[in-house]
């Protein structure tokens, strides 16, 4: 006679201020069970609607537990709208203390098969984001380059490092620099760069031990007017004009679906936003790195 097995539970632990785990605990976690984990659909058009993720937890009593999904806190039973922009893995699991076990995983999955993928690169994004710079720097004879623009293309962001000398008179000079990296997202079909990190120093020279307030007030109204008002926005043109640029040279019946970062380049894909499939191919299918 066959004697049915259970299956061993998998508990990850992780640190926490929650206190040890107790047997109780890791038993409550143990006796915890799915009754269903479904996504409907579960395969998606890039343009063709959302999809409902449905499960349903059974949380023995007097267990403190927490469902999450990828994460987020849910109720052990439940519904959820979801529309991602690229194949996605959901997860369900049960969290105590510091201890999670995994409950089951589900796959959406997004069709781009018809899809059109292409990169810009990271010699055409330089050049875009050198125009802001000499933009800014022909804008001032007070504002000149130390060096130049350091410009990287990763799938953490576009990082970029400028360093630029303030003209002050009667006035040591300061140097002034500027470091920020910029994400990108798609919204309502089209691309938006936005800013994940910005800052700007003021350095002074070392023999400088006193600033008075009318100097550093005519630095905050340059960085405010150049930088923030001028410099900030332009930028971000700049990269949305060039992304925007390559769109216009696909399918006019294509739409922005999907942005990319990765090394050294944009990857950029758009999709038919109907049944008729395109009739060029610019590279390959991107896979990854999205900013939603």
């Not at 009593?61 to 469902?67: D, E, F, Q």
């Not at 303030?166 to 140097?175: C, G, H, Q, R, T």
Request: charged letters at 25%; a negative charge; hydrophobic letters at 40%.
């Amino acid at each position: 006679m066959a004697v049915a097995m259970e299956q061993p539970v998998n508990v990850s632990l992780g640190s926490s201020d929650a206190g040890p785990i107790d047997e109780h605990a890791l038993e409550c976690l143990r006796l915890t069970r799915i009754n269903s984990f479904t996504a409907n659909p579960s395969t998606l058009q890039p343009f063709g609607g959302g999809t409902t993720i449905s499960w349903s937890v059974n949380v023995p009593p007097g267990c403190g537990l927490r469902i999450t999904l990828n994460g987020q806190p849910v109720a052990a039973s439940g519904t959820q709208q979801v529309q991602p922009a690229a194949t996605t893995s959901y997860t369900l699991a049960a969290r105590v203390r510091q201890a999670t076990r995994v409950l089951d995983r589900v796959v959406v999955r997004v069709d781009t098969s018809r899809c059109i993928s292409g990169a810009v690169p990271e010699s055409l994004i330089r050049l875009q984001i050198q125009r802001a710079v000499d933009a800014l720097d022909q804008a001032d004879d007070r504002f000149s380059k130390r060096s130049e623009p350091r410009i990287e293309v990763d799938a953490h962001g576009i990082h970029v490092a400028l360093r630029f000398k303030l003209a002050l008179e009667n006035f040591a000079d300061p140097s002034v620099d500027i470091d920020f990296t910029v994400g990108l997202r798609v919204r309502s079909g089209s691309a938006e760069p936005f800013y994940r990190r910005f800052a700007v120093d003021v350095d002074w020279p070392w023999w400088v031990t006193v600033v008075t307030a009318g100097v550093s007030k005519i630095v905050e109204e340059f960085i405010d007017e150049k930088v923030e008002g001028a410099l900030k926005p332009r930028v971000l043109n700049e990269l949305r004009n060039q992304i925007e640029g390559f769109i216009n040279l696909l399918p006019g019946d294509l739409r922005l679906h999907m942005l990319g970062l990765a090394e050294n380049e944009i990857r950029v894909t758009a999709c038919p936003d109907g049944d008729d499939v395109p009739f060029l191919v610019v590279s390959r299918a991107i896979d990854g790195n999205i900013e939603d």
